[in-house]
């Protein structure tokens, strides 16, 4: 072993400042990337598990096929759904894993900030989703012949993006309170179920009990549900729905607020 | 003992409790730390070692109490502390589908450093890692990842640098190197802050502070506190064997050996001292026996 010390010395750096850097909110992106990159069974499995879904999901409205029943008031949903699904697991996992290996303490430790870690994971998996978002969607529109102008297409990406975007904030919002992946994997089905069955994807929500239709604003989907369902009407556009849209974008916001509060420094 | 730099103190914690509970992990410490000098925590599993390390990287809240670094508080100054201090977890906390180089770029990158590749290959030199730098680390041994755990913790050259057992699973040779360049370190003026349960590289510290559930039992230099320990002396006198207990073998040792006038029927003198680990066994069995004539007292 050499000295380390010798030909270094405070003089020679920059001390960082302790404000929000968006250089260091880039590194964390980058390492989140750069750790997809070298686990490649996890990246093919992140790829091809919303594949195999909307398979399966082929198989079962092929079944279903009859008079009166339009499959893309049900399967759209269902691919923003898997969507929902996949990003969420995928990042809180990956968050609970860092708290769990104490590589999280390290990172605050060296001077990384609560704002920097949150947008950072967000900025890394966002782009995960955005690559999943495309091929389902392209996936859905090829084996259900979906035929939408360029301009619907666009639309319905604009708000399954959005959803994945704010299901990776949710994962690290709820992945606070977590601190080993056991403890994360009972929130799955609490988040993911209710958000299947009470979002309007199977039954319209003011065909639910009064007491359940609040609890369904409670899922990011009700909201992503209603805007893609005017979209996909004859001549439906972006515009015919701009609550549900502000609804998702408010929810987002919300919920990166929330875990950015929640996100504790120290134990 | 290296001395201090200027006299300013490194750490000091005032009255320091932390609870999980009902669990009392630390019960009052109060502990200072010169600058430019090798401190050391010594005490078993369970002892508050780690706990004490990581409320003073600012990972964990104290209970109660004050703490300090370099005149600092962990919580309220801690994005101006962080750049300064260097932290060594227990576990190694890497990122095992990262390559090694790529692990010390990472902490490296969050402190603002000018030419960080070239630090970043500095310290892989010095942690003898530069061969498997772009090896990823989950085919690491424990040992190098130890080493790539310290190499993180030193990238941004701290003024006081916080290890947690570093030499655990580190072979005796590496062990030693890694104390020679601590001292090194010290000597440069920084401050380290580390915690063993080996009582040979206790023995390393300038000063040391043995603990036990929670308590500080004593805190001293190495040499200072062998000294509470006794020696027996072995005198072979006229074919018998004499055993004789002193404290201080020492300075008692010649008014012990007046009394054989130092014939020649003395053929054999031995002194056993006792170990570190002896005074450390007799101080926890002394702390133990206060603590049960107290709750008998109370009963």
Known sequence: MSSVTKGGNVGEMRRASGRFSGKRLVTISRRVLLQLRHDRLFLALSLLAPVIMVLFLKVFFDSMKGPGFVVSHFIVPMGAFLIHFFTYILCAIALVRERAHETLSRMFVNGFRRGEIILGFLLAYSLLATLQSLIVLALLGWLFELSYVFEIYASIYLVIWLLAVISVALGIFLSNFAHSEAQMIPTIPLVILPSVFLSGIIVAVDKLPDWVQPISRISPLYYANNALQKLILPNGSLGDDWASLLGLLAYGLIVLMLGSVTLKERD | ?299
Not at chain 2, 159 to 169: H, N, Q, R, S, W
Not at chain 2, 277 to 290: G, N, Y
């Open chain 2, 1 to 299: 003992m290296v001395n201090g730099v200027d006299g300013q103190l490194a750490v000091e914690i005032k009255s320091l409790r932390k609870s999980y509970g009902k669990l009392e992990a630390l019960k009052g410490i109060n502990l200072k730390v010169e600058k430019g000098t090798i401190f050391g925590l010594l005490g078993a599993n369970g002892a508050g070692k780690s706990t004490m390390i990581r409320i003073l990287v600012g990972s964990s809240d104290a209970s109660s109490g004050e703490v300090k670094v370099l005149g600092l508080s962990p919580f309220r100054d801690s994005h101006k502390l962080r750049h300064r201090i260097g932290y060594m977890p227990q576990l190694p906390a890497l990122y095992d589908d990262l390559s090694a180089f790529s692990n010390v770029q990472f902490f490296c990158s969050a402190h603002g450093i000018d030419n960080p590749k070239q630090r970043v290959k500095k310290v892989l030199e010095f942690t003898s890692l530069t061969a498997r730098q772009n090896d990823t680390v989950i085919g690491f041994s424990g040992g190098m990842k130890q080493r790539l755990s310290l190499a993180c913790a030193l990238v941004h050259q701290p003024d006081v640098l916080f290890l947690d057992e570093p030499t655990a699973g580190v072979d005796p040779k590496l062990r030693e190197q890694f104390w020679k360049h601590f001292r090194e370190l010290a000597q440069q003026g920084k401050t380290i802050f580390v915690s063993t349960h080996m009582m040979d590289e206790a023995m390393l510290c300038d000063r040391l502070a043995i603990m036990n559930q929670g308590v500080v039992l004593v805190q001293d230099t190495p040499k200072n506190i062998m000294q509470m320990g006794h020696s027996q002396v072995h005198v072979w006198s006229g074919g018998h064997e004499q055993v004789f207990a002193i404290e201080d073998y020492r300075a008692q040792l010649p008014i012990l050996l007046r009394k054989f006038n130092l014939d020649s029927s003395v053929t054999k003198i031995e002194i056993e001292e006792d170990t570190l680990e002896t005074i450390v066994l007799k101080l926890l069995k002394q702390t133990t026996v206060e603590e049960s004539e107290r709750e008998a007292n109370h009963v």
